[in-house]
């Protein structure tokens, strides 16, 4: 059973950063594209950025280019997200999305407010 547990969300101010955590299990994780996206009420979900299988090549969403990373531990089979000067409009629930058959557990929920 594929399992994509996010966690690391929560209220953070603007400005701040925040580093969300995704543990995947119930697949081979080093052979699989990853993705983060995230879906804001009343929106569809928006790719925040995608990994490559070894994790040297990654893309991003524009409203991220510049104060979001993704990185991956093939070892531990985790995915990370780190976001820096966060902005009101980055509050949504974040997702960890398995990218062949966009699979995604529960999200973590990401809130930017002062």
């Known amino acids: 059973e594929v ?13 701040g950063s ?16 990853m993705s983060w996206s995230r879906q804001a009420p009343g929106e569809g979900p928006e ?6 299988k070894g994790g040297v090549n990654a893309v991003y969403g ?14 531990k089979n985790m995915l990370y ?16 999305v398995k990218d062949n058959d966009r699979s995604r557990g529960p999200g973590t929920q990401v809130t930017v407010s002062s």
Request: aromatic letters at 8%.
């Open 81 to 96: 997200l780190q976001m820096n000067s966060l902005k009101p409009e980055d509050t949504a629930v974040y997702y960890c």
């Open 62 to 75: 524009d409203s991220v280019k510049g104060r979001f990373t993704i990185s991956r531990d093939n070892i």
């Open 3 to 15: 399992q994509l547990q996010a966690s690391g969300g929560g209220l953070v101010q603007p400005g």
């Open 47 to 52: 790719l925040v950025a995608r990994i490559s």
């Open 18 to 33: 925040l580093r969300l955590s995704c543990a995947a299990s119930g697949f081979t994780f080093s052979n699989t594209v």
